[in-house]
């Protein structure tokens, strides 16, 4: 009888790559929301008119593209996030002598080369994928809620399920929760949120040559870009920045003690401004800011500030 898994204790592990599709051993670790990383093989008919002896069928197939890849999800936390912030930006820095270190994550020409990826199915097998680069990431959260990290990843290939292994967790758990949030910066003035949602998508493509049915190592086929989405109680000077077309830089922190998690989006332009009234309920208003580069600061920059002095460690 075939065993039932089931999801529990489903985790996800990364290592950093030092060269593109070579698997290293998994170094970080994150307990799992949801995963839907998988690798998916194309499989077409010949275009031979060949047909079975009865009959129309065709007789044989072949491989046309390897891919691997998908998504997954986490909580966002002020301990765990470094190497993945890394991958998806490009560039990882620290400042600070002594705890608490400060660590910020910027744009840089490519990402890294590329993380193993460790998928632990939960009761069940683990699979593990090579040449693993972050295409995209949404961080999210709601009044009430918890921050979620939503990762898009294109990989070269992944190896047979097997045994997974022993996840090993940081001894410290800090959430970015909802209610750890200050007030929104824009344009000289603050404004409460009552969600936020900053999408970067660094427009990865895959690359198939001749010679291999897997792809080459993803690069950019499109313009980066970086959307921040808001929801407020209308403000209608927001609504007049829109029409004015007035740039600013956008900067939120999420405060835990001595943690900190900031998110600055550079010289961003309103791109939508929607305050629809349908009931006698307070009126809400729905943003959309997009980040843009001035030569020097390219759009974005996340900084998160910890404990822990290595800026991919924690």
Not at 49 to 74: E, H, P
Not at 86 to 99: D, Q, V
Not at 123 to 136: C, D, H, M, Q, Y
Not at 219 to 245: G, H, I, P, W
Request: net charge negative; hydrophobic share 35%; charged share 15%.
């Amino acid at each position: 009888m075939a065993r039932i898994y089931n999801g529990v204790d489903a985790s996800i592990g990364f290592g950093e790559e030092s060269t593109y599709g070579t698997a290293v051993s998994r170094t970080h670790w994150r307990p799992l929301i949801s995963s839907a990383l998988t690798r998916t093989i194309e499989k077409v008919p010949r275009p031979t008119l060949r047909v079975g002896t009865a009959g129309a069928m065709r007789r044989a197939n072949y491989v046309q593209s390897d891919n691997a890849g998908g998504s997954f999800s986490i909580e966002a936390s002020y301990e765990s996030l470094g190497l993945l912030l890394k991958h998806l930006l490009g560039t990882a820095g620290t400042t600070g002598g002594s705890a608490p270190y400060t660590h910020s994550y910027t744009i840089a020409n490519d990402v890294p080369t590329g993380l193993t990826i460790e998928n632990v199915r939960g009761t069940g097998t683990a699979e593990v994928f090579e040449g693993a680069r972050l295409n995209s990431c949404t961080l999210a959260v709601s009044a009430g809620g918890i921050m979620i990290c939503d990762f898009d990843v294109i990989a070269e290939t992944s190896s047979a399920r097997t045994s997974s292994g022993s996840p090993t967790f940081g001894a410290t758990d800090a959430p970015v929760l909802h209610s750890h949030a200050g007030t929104m910066g824009w344009n000289s003035a603050t404004y409460d949120l009552i969600d936020m949602s900053l999408v970067i998508n660094n427009s990865l493509a895959v690359r198939q040559h001749l010679g291999s049915s897997v792809t080459a190592q993803p690069k950019r086929s499109d313009f980066q870009s970086v959307e921040l989405s808001v929801t407020v109680e209308v403000e209608d000077a927001l609504y007049a920045d829109f029409l004015s077309n007035v740039e600013s830089n956008v900067t939120l922190s999420f405060t835990n003690s001595f943690r900190e998690f900031n998110i600055e989006v550079h010289n961003a332009y309103l791109s939508t401004a929607s305050d629809p009234v349908s009931d006698a309920g307070i009126v809400r208003q729905s943003l959309t800011f997009i980040g843009q580069s001035d030569g020097t600061n390219e759009g974005v920059k996340l900084e998160v500030k910890n404990d822990n002095s290595s800026a991919t460690e924690n």
